[in-house]
């Protein structure tokens, strides 16, 4: 029988996880599908540009996996029992259970209201493709004059206001921030930041928690409203309680904790990578939920697996961040390099190059997907033959 392989989520991580394995591994002797909800990949890195009505490519699942030996399920993933290594989907056929012997695990992450009175009632956001699509009709809709807010602060909150602020400079755009505007930036792209949000006419509300959304506004810890005909989430992602359920040991905040080949620490056969594995880098701190992220954890996971299932030794591969590249717009952006601590460099670039240079790994990232196998080497190896699914989750 041969060793099946389910790789959950077919996302930054999932999808280039997927042809990796199946480049590597023999199909004599291994059978790797790949379960997602959509069957079109989501390139979460631009949805707030989708939001905007910009065109996004999306690219058919069958079209990136057609010719590498990967079977596509496009279902829902809506249980999973590590114990007798099954996987609950629900698709257009209907219910179904599949068993694994190796499993993937790379769900990504979805919004994170944390609890906030009306949020996930009225705020839209941007961190899948359905809630972009829904914010990208309502912003369509909104004359000019609207007032649209963004709640959060972070890498994504940022390139969403400035996405909006451009694009539509006939609405009123704003941030929420609950601490200082880029006080984690060096110096200079600090002031680089604020010179685009004065440039593009975005008003910033630091200092500021909201603890309510409602229709047409949010309120603020000190009771302050601020007008908002469209309230844009961005405080935070989760990931899906699905792996905490299952009794995998997990953190607080529900990501599967993995060792430094990305290994299950609870489960020997599970392996998880990108925003649903709480790694630990180079640096010995959590990787950042990121798409960098999911590059260097997909890779290490997938030497992992390969190496023990042809009785190899486990390489470890590099799980470095570098820094955190962020559009402000279409024609502007700030690449700000961080240290081993994660402290931010005096050195960084921003303007049009690199504007440009993000714009190249925006397109690298997306043709990487497109091409799952491209400079990962042929070598189809066979699997040790008597590797029982037992033996392989005890190997070294
Ligand atoms: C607007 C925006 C901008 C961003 N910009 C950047 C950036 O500039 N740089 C950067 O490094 N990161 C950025 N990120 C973060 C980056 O997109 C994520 O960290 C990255 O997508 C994580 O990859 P992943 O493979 O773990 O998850 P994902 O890319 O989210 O993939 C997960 C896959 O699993 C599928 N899935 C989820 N649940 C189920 C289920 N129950 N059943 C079946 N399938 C399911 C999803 O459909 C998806 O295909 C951005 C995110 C957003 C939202």
């Known amino acids: ?11 930054y991580a999932g999808a280039f996880a997927a042809g990796n394995l199946a480049r590597r591994l023999s199909p004599a002797d291994a059978e790797i599908t790949v379960v997602n909800a959509a069957p079109v990949f989501v390139e979460r890195m631009r949805l707030h540009q989708l939001a905007t009505g910009q065109d996004v490519a999306s690219r058919e699942l069958s079209d990136v996996f057609a010719g590498t030996g990967v079977r596509l399920r496009v279902a829902r993933v809506t249980g999973l029992d590590p114990e007798r290594r099954s996987v609950c989907v629900t698709g257009e056929d209907g219910d179904a259970e599949l068993a694994y012997d190796t499993l993937l695990y790379a769900l990504g992450s979805s919004v994170d209201h944390h609890g906030v009175p009306g949020a ?82 975005v008003t910033v509300h630091e200092h500021t928690r909201v603890e309510a959304v409602e229709p047409t506004r949010v309120i603020t810890a000190d009771g302050t409203s601020l007008p908002a005909d469209v309230t844009v989430w961005s405080a935070g992602f989760a990931v899906h309680p699905l792996a905490a359920a299952s009794g995998l040991e997990v953190t607080e905040t529900g990501r599967i904790v993995v060792d430094r080949t990305m290994r299950s620490v609870s489960h020997p056969d599970v392996y998880a990578a990108g925003d649903s594995a709480h790694a630990i880098g180079d640096n010995g701190r959590p990787l950042p939920m990121s798409c960098a992220s999911a590059g260097v954890t997909n890779m290490q ?29 279409r024609r502007d952006a700030i690449f700000q390099m961080v ?19 993000k714009a190249g790994v925006l397109k690298g990232a997306g043709w990487g997907i497109a ?24 190997a070294a």
């Open 1 to 11: 029988m041969k060793h099946r392989i389910v790789v959950l989520g077919a996302g």
């Open 120 to 201: 996930a009632e009225h705020a839209f956001d941007v961190t899948g493709r359905d809630s972009a699509l829904r914010l990208r009709e309502r912003l369509a809709g909104l004359d000019a004059g609207g007032s649209v807010l963004v709640v959060g602060e972070g890498l994504t909150g940022i390139e969403s206001v400035t996405e909006f602020a451009e694009s539509r400079p006939d609405l009123s755009v704003a941030l929420a921030a609950r601490g200082e505007l880029g006080a984690w930036l060096s110096p200079g792209a600090r002031r680089h930041l604020r010179r685009a949000f004065d440039r593009l006419g």
């Open 301 to 329: 996971a997938t030497a992992a697996i390969v190496a023990r299932l042809t009785g190899r030794e486990v390489p470890t591969t590099g799980l470095k961040y570098y820094g955190n590249h962020i559009s402000l717009g």
């Open 339 to 357: 240290d081993g601590d994660v402290r931010s460099k005096s050195w960084y670039l921003g303007g049009r190059t690199a504007a440009r240079l």
């Open 371 to 394: 091409h799952p196998t491209f400079g990962v080497p042929k070598r189809r190896r066979r699997l040790t033959a008597v590797l029982a699914p037992s033996d392989v989750g005890s």
